[in-house]
Nanobody
Framework: QAQLVESGGGLVQAGGSLRLSCAASGRTFNNYHMGWFRQAPGPGKEREFVAAISSSGGSIYYTDSVKGRFTISRDKAKNAMYLQMNSLKPEDTAVYYC???????????????????WGKGTLVSVSS
């Protein structure tokens, strides 16, 4: 059974760094477009796009609020994806999810609606 498992979350002070990992098992995700999404605590908060990387790794996308601070990458040999998060801010506090969708085309989904497989998430808390 295909599975994605996130790790690397935790509590960090503002300005600090964390590296999230997404490990895939049960099948290869090398032919998947992959992405990171997050959901902030509180009622009515939706799961929002953070970063995405194409199956080839040649196309990368970020939401504006994380550009210059976060870096997405993938290691096909390890069937894994990463999110390096630097200069963290309290507003980055959220549960971070990795997700993937089969790359039938070059279109990389930047919305949670386009994701087929999800991990269970890892909590990132940034204190001020």
């Amino acid at each position: 059974q295909a599975q994605l498992v996130e790790s690397g979350g935790g509590l960090v002070q503002a300005g600090g760094s964390l590296r999230l990992s997404c490990a895939a098992s049960g099948r290869t995700f090398n032919n998947y477009h992959m992405g990171w999404f997050r959901q902030a605590p509180g009622p009515g908060k939706e799961r929002e796009f953070v970063a995405a990387i194409s199956s080839s790794g040649g196309s990368i996308y970020y939401t504006d609020s994380v550009k210059g601070r976060f870096t997405i990458s993938r290691d096909k040999a390890k069937n894994a994806m990463y999110l390096q998060m630097n200069s963290l801010k309290p507003e980055d506090t959220a549960v971070y999810y990795c997700g993937g969708t089969i790359a039938y085309s070059d279109y990389v989904p930047l919305s949670s609606d386009g994701i087929e497989t999800w991990g269970k998430g890892t909590l990132v808390s940034v204190s001020s």
